[in-house]
């Protein structure tokens, strides 16, 4: 059986010595120097230590100071002079918080985009969350040493990736003076007491899936699925990434595919709300991974399809254009867009209302699927090209005949709307994709095109409305263009 290793054999522990520098800059909070270090170290022949992955990730995630001047928390609280004995001035430690500054911070996301260039994503992977498992072993010691290290184990507490990113995850924290304990001939343990800032911003408004300040590490992820994705496709296979899969949890049931992906899902709406082009650009790109994986045999696409859909009903029509106009000009994406275009105006033409709650899936035992996703979250070292999970499914998606299209087009009971214009655009512009990369094309499709008919049925649905005017001169040019092809 033909295997596609994700772990490159060359790629070794960093030893203690290298690990040791970093960890003690991280235990007297000089975060920059310990990033700088760490960057120095960083090869694609040695995986950075899980521990120190994850503390890179909380200074990345930590919130900036309130203020614009962005004063550091270190300098806020300088000792005062003692007005005791020289003895006593002389042991006095001086207060500091050591809180990341956001220079740090910076620092942080640029050498985690870094790693993902540079390592392999199985082992950054294990960094982040891991749904489903508690099993992973406990820190050493000498790591709490440093207030980073302690405070990011909220990091691997997460309920997954998703939720780091959203505001307020990590907050900002005020350290007391630190202490040495007795007895200590070595440098001594910092005793942190932590206070969670309440922020009045938080208070009276909604938390942000995605903090201002944490995009890029939103950018990360997308960068490190996308990797692994380019690494696990094989022939025969699903082009999708093993590790996103993972992210999503197993049912509580222990049977059945799994399905729960409205985090990420809210994730992509979220950023396609957004005004930055760069922002809505990686929606998109994490919808792409996120189709990839839906079409896997340990996926329920028809839970995927409803989750998709409902969202699209609440939508604004810009974020409907923005979400349906940004799929990947490839096989697999355009038959998902097509099944989602046929979903959204089948649910439409029959009156159905978008769904106020999640839908209940229906537990299904797949023993393949099980006993596959098992053996990855075993060993994420290793996936098969020839794997029953990653083989694509033809029952999940199959081409419609035209005449379908054709009905879906015209709609039985008239109603439109410019969400319902856009997809009925980009239902035509998939069906017409797919039918011509087709190794074998519908004869009915060609007839549509080549007599006018098709040509006619744009100009009655796209022509009755001034906001489908655009749309209805763009599909007749290119009904021609299908016409000559």
Known sequence: ?????????????????????????????????????????????????????????????????????????????????????PTKTKHQ??????????????????????????????????????????DELPFEGDDHDSVVAKESLCIKDAKHCWAILKEGFVPRIKISQPSLLAGKKKRGKLIANTEEYVEEKYSNSVLALVAEHAWLVLQWLVELFQRDESLASGDGSVKHSPLLLLQIPSPRSGTGLRWEADAPLDIVFYCISQGQPQRRQLGLELMALLVGICLTAEFDFNMFLEQVTSRLYSASPEIVQTFMSGFHLSRSAQLFKLALCRKFLSDESGGRNPPS????????????????????????????????????????????????????????????????????KELLISYAYLQQIAEQRDVEWQQLATDGRLEDQVNSVFGGESYAQQDR?????????????
């Not at 050591?98 to 992977?125: D, G, H, I, K, M």
């Not at 020839?386 to 054709?406: R, T, W």
């Open 1 to 85: 059986m033909a295997s596609n290793s994700h772990q490159d054999p060359q790629e070794c522990e960093m030893t203690r010595n290298q690990r040791g520098l970093v960890e003690t800059c991280f235990e007297e909070g000089q975060y920059e120097s310990g990033i700088a270090v760490l960057e120095q170290l960083r090869s694609k022949n040695f995986k950075p230590p899980v521990s120190l992955v994850r503390q890179l990730f909380y200074i990345a995630l930590y919130p900036p100071p309130p203020s614009l001047d962005h004063v550091e928390e270190r300098d806020l609280n300088p000792a005062s002079p003692s007005k005791g004995s």
């Open 93 to 134: 430690a001086p207060k500091m918080t050591f809180a990341p500054s956001v220079n740090a911070s910076e620092a942080a996301q640029r050498l985690l985009l870094s790693f993902v260039r540079t390592n392999t994503p199985t082992s950054l992977f294990q960094a982040l969350p891991q749904p489903g498992k508690s």
């Open 357 to 424: 709650r999640r839908p209940k899936p229906q537990a299904r035992a797949v023993r393949a699927a099980r006993g596959t996703a098992a053996a990855r979250e075993q060993n994420l070292s290793s996936t098969s090209a020839n794997d029953s999970s990653a083989s694509f499914s033809a029952s999940k998606i199959s081409m419609p005949p035209s005449g379908d299209i054709v009905h879906l087009l015209t709609g039985p009971n008239g109603r439109t709307s410019p969400a319902i214009i856009t997809v009925k």
């Open 473 to 485: 001169d763009a599909l007749i040019s290119l009904v021609r263009v299908w016409a000559m092809n």
